[in-house]
């Protein structure tokens, strides 16, 4: 199975927003709602941010947001703050029993 | 909370087996949660490697299933990784993840992650 498709980087000026897109097939993002989306900063781990779609974790600011539909899904950052700077990856699990991660978005805030 | 350390030599030769060991605290490895490992190659994204459960039930990444062995230990509370043959396209920070089953299926924890490279 292929890695899920994300756009190699995306920018955008504070106070921005800006949209990440995943594109999966109907084996994975289209089979299930489980996709989810990290924020990794450099030399650091990555962080959960969204699950279950569009689900936020305690603690996630209110300015991310995600959607999906069909065998897209796609994250939502308003209000872009220098902070937001990072590389995202989507996530989805398989029909297949396995994980696959997106290649990865690269955020620059100018 | 679960918190998750991974460890073992940060250096391997080509044609070896890299082993890797994640510890687990805050959580038994008997709960209901899948344990995974993920790596990530130098300036690359994410890739799962594995994942157990503690029944003992295993799922691998197709493209690594010939060369990945993942066990678990109770006793001592932390899961493996044993990679075969591995060349200096396995050079990567590890990682170990964890999710509860019950709760969805998404990584909540994650390790630091460890780098490992091939390398004579």
């Known amino acids: 199975q292929s890695a899920l498709t994300q756009p190699a980087s995306v920018s955008g000026s504070p106070g921005q927003s800006i949209t990440i897109s995943c594109s999966g097939s109907s084996s994975d993002v289209g089979a299930f709602n489980y996709v989810s989306w990290y924020q990794q900063h450099p030399g650091k781990a990555p962080k959960l941010i969204i699950y279950?779609?569009?689900n936020r974790p305690s603690g996630v600011s209110n300015r991310f947001s995600a959607s999906k539909s069909a065998n897209t899904a796609s994250l939502s950052i308003s209000g872009l703050q220098a902070e937001d700077e990072a590389d995202y990856y989507c996530s989805s699990y398989t029909t297949s029993r396995v994980w696959l991660f997106g290649g990865g978005t690269k955020l620059t805030v100018l | 909370q679960v918190q998750l350390q991974e460890s073992g030599p940060g250096l391997v030769k080509p044609s070896g087996t890299l082993s890797l060991t994640c510890t687990v605290s805050?959580?038994?490895?008997?709960?209901?949660?899948?344990w995974s490992w993920v790596r990530q190659a130098p300036g690359k994204g994410l890739e799962w490697i594995g994942e157990i459960f503690h029944s003992g039930d295993i799922n691998y990444n197709p493209s690594l299933k010939s060369r990945v062995t993942m066990s678990l230990d109770k006793s001592k509370n932390h899961y493996s990784l044993k990679l075969s043959s591995v060349t200096a396209a396995d050079t990567a920070i590890y990682y170990c993840?964890?999710?509860?089953?019950?709760?969805?299926?998404?990584?909540?924890?994650w390790g630091q992650g460890t780098l490992v490279t091939v390398s004579s």
């Open positions: 805050g959580g038994s490895i008997s709960s209901n949660n899948w």
């Open positions: 993840a964890t999710y509860y089953e019950s709760s969805g299926y998404r990584f909540d924890y």
């Open positions: 279950d779609v569009s």
